[in-house]
């Protein structure tokens, strides 16, 4: 099935590693161009080769434009309102459009529940999440504009649709899904269509289920019996197909929607 994503640029914030990196893998497979945030220099580097060797290899439809780089790792602060502001400049005039953003830099920071939280923890958590997902949303808008139209996709999580995480973690990622309802009432008008991608527990090297797994492997495959119907932890390139879909000409009906891709960890009806 074509997906009509060939020569298409797509910004997946948080790209360089676990789900954004694999996204941007996808996305590069279906002929992407694809620009990507992180803080690490070399872990950015990395990536930026792995998806350069993806879109110059095994996309046969890919017409190679002089100029242009098959991928684009631009070293940001999602955060950080100028940083944004000069990595969606880069892009524009690197590729000159932009017709994708796939808000996934975020975290929990380790927070817990709500009476063991602070201010500047739940602060933390709010900014990497929320405000780093409205900042790129608020950047990237004009230029979706511009080219007739495009798709933002907010990840966000299980945790944002129903609660069990922590208080900070399911606040902000709540606020996520419901930013992005409001955006796709408002922009649809616009040709811009905005879902949320609620993943379960997905596990990937340096991540925190990682993290979790070696530091208590018998309590985690607990968790895992206790809470994963599919006896398992869900995997990047389960939740990056997803997006992919929802990325592409054939979701052209799907706006203001959040997909869980949970494994039925979820236990919401809706």
């Known amino acids: ?8 640029v797509a910004l997946v914030t ?29 872990t950015l580097e990395k990536t930026a080769q792995e998806l350069a060797t993806v879109l110059g290899q095994g996309v046969p439809e890919f017409k190679p434009v002089e100029g242009k780089p098959f991928s684009l ?9 100028e940083d944004v502001a000069r990595a969606v400049e880069e892009i524009i005039k690197t590729y000159g459009r932009l017709d994708i953003l796939v808000n ?16 500047r ?8 999440n929320l405000m780093a997902s409205y900042l790129a949303s608020k950047a990237v ?9 495009g798709r933002i996709i907010f990840i966000t999580s299980v945790w944002g649709r129903e609660s069990g995480g922590g208080a900070a973690y399911n606040l902000a990622k709540a606020a996520e899904i419901s930013l992005a309802k409001s955006m796709a009432l408002e922009l649809a008008a616009d040709n811009i269509l905005v879902n949320s991608v609620a993943p ?27 809470n994963m119907p599919l006896g398992r932890f869900g995997k990047p390139e389960e939740v990056a197909d997803v997006v992919v879909f929802l990325a ?5 009906l799907v706006t203001g929607a959040c997909w869980s891709v949970d494994g039925s960890q979820g236990h919401s009806n809706i």
């Open 104 to 119: 996934n830099v975020g975290g929990s920071l380790g927070g817990g529940g709500f009476e063991h939280s602070d201010l």
């Open 248 to 252: 592409s000409e054939r979701a052209s």
């Open 14 to 42: 948080g790209g360089s590693r676990g789900i954004g990196r694999m996204i941007g893998l996808r996305l590069a497979e279906e002929g992407c161009y694809v620009a990507f945030s992180g803080r690490t220099a070399e």
């Open 141 to 149: 808008v004009p230029h979706l504009k511009a080219t007739g139209g």
């Open 73 to 81: 790792p631009v070293q940001a602060d999602m955060t950080k309102e």
């Open 200 to 226: 379960c527990s997905v596990l990937f090297p340096g991540g925190g289920w990682a993290r979790r797994v070696e530091k208590d492997p018998e309590g985690m495959a607990d968790f895992v019996k206790q």
């Open 121 to 128: 923890q739940v602060r933390g958590v709010v900014e990497i």
């Open 1 to 8: 099935m074509d997906l009509g994503l060939v020569g298409k």
